[in-house]
């Protein structure tokens, strides 16, 4: 077993995807599956593939990483946060054992680059690379901040001591099911119109997004940003509807805070 990395996935009906998930990581590394209320094969997949599964109920993002970090009973160091549909690679988790003991012996957390997939194809432009995530984490000394979700920006405290991976991930975003992937990002878009930022880390990305607000053209900007001026059209009819849904996201978000204002 390793004794530094201990690999943390939280799960809610992640049954398509947590298999591929988990079947990725490496023998020899503990896994803890954290599972906020799970009623398909999710707990099935997890405890067939080697996992041990703890329970929280949902909170948050930032609280089921904290409830993790602090309640699941993990005894390394470090622990790398995975999402059911990601992939982290062998030779990103070779370079992570070696670089703990060297370049990362004085560092807190590690950002993680991305590719995205969009039913299975990666988009090389529409994304926007480098699209980083602080997914590498000293255990006792990092925290996810509660009033933050993620976003361009990172949920953890300012402060920390960071470096960044070269080696990136596989983000299968999407899968094709679109009304379910709608159903999830109006209640993310609901979230985001009503969190704070102050204290956590914050890119440069994210710091236009909060310049623009929730206003109604930043719909067609981010449109912009991902098809036109990211080289969106170079991916095809993906890129296409890559920047299609993250404007409707934003587009979203204007229609709750204009409500929520009234």
């Known amino acids: 077993m390793s004794k530094a990395i201990t690999v943390v996935i939280l799960t809610q009906n992640e049954e398509r995807t947590l298999d591929r998930c988990l079947t990725a990581i490496p023998a020899g590394y503990p896994v803890v599956v954290l599972d906020s209320g799970s009623t398909d094969g999710t707990l099935a997949i997890a405890e067939s593939l080697g996992a041990r599964v703890c329970h929280h109920a949902w909170e948050g993002y930032a609280q089921q990483r904290n409830h993790a970090l602090q309640h699941c009973s993990i005894a390394t160091p470090w622990v790398l946060f995975i999402d059911a549909d990601e992939v982290f690679s062998r030779e990103f988790f070779d370079w992570a054992d070696g670089a703990l003991e060297s370049e990362l012996a004085e560092i807190d957390a590690v950002m993680v680059p991305s590719y995205f997939y969009l039913r299975g194809k990666r988009l090389s432009h529409a994304p926007g690379y ?62 985001e119109i009503r969190v704070h930022h102050e204290g956590i880390i914050l890119n440069p990305r994210k710091r236009l997004s909060l310049l623009l607000g929730n206003s109604f053209w930043k719909a067609p900007a981010r449109f912009f940003y991902h098809y036109v001026l990211r080289g969106g059209f170079l991916d095809g009819k993906e890129g296409l509807e890559f920047s299609l849904m993250f404007a409707w996201y934003e587009f979203t978000k204007f229609l709750l805070a204009r409500y929520a204002n009234q």
């Open 130 to 191: 480098p699209i980083v995530h602080a997914r590498l984490l000293r255990r006792e000394t990092v925290r996810f901040l509660s009033h933050h979700e993620g976003g361009f920006g990172e949920n953890i405290q300012a402060g920390c001591r960071i470096a960044y991976a070269s080696i990136p991930y596989e983000h299968y975003f999407y899968d094709g099911e679109l009304l379910e992937w709608l159903h999830k990002h109006v209640a993310h878009a609901n979230r």
